[in-house]
């Protein structure tokens, strides 16, 4: 079972907690959190959910003037931190429960 250690939620998970971590250390310069923090996770996602939904706001929108796109890309920077922060936690559960299971197996 060792070989199924490393899959695609725990290179997800790793990839939300290292932006996370990255976003906390330029903001905040001492995290309060232990290593397997969940609130890694959620911060990363709520920043690559922003940067994604503002870009996805700003190239739907009509590009007659640039207040709507603007708008667009707030609103769609907003809408994509709500969602990243869902997806962060629930990549960080399923991520847990595998390795969970992986080590009830180990122990068989």
């Known amino acids: 079972m060792k070989g199924l250690r490393f899959g695609a939620w725990k290179a997800l998970n790793a990839t939300l907690r290292s932006v996370g ?3 906390t250390w ?3 310069r001492k995290a309060g959190c232990v290593e397997e923090c969940v ?3 959620m911060i990363g996602g709520a920043v690559l959910g922003a940067v994604c939904g503002a870009a996805t706001g ?3 929108l009509d590009h007659s003037g640039a207040r709507v796109a603007i708008e667009g890309a707030i609103l769609g920077g907003l809408l994509g931190i709500c969602i990243g922060i869902g ?3 629930s990549v960080d ?3 847990t429960n595998i390795e969970d299971v992986l080590k009830s197996l180990d122990s068989k």
């Open 39 to 41: 609130a890694y996770a």
């Open 93 to 95: 559960t399923v991520e």
């Open 58 to 60: 700003f190239a739907f």
């Open 87 to 89: 997806f962060g936690a």
């Open 21 to 23: 971590k990255g976003v």
């Open 26 to 28: 330029v903001v905040v």
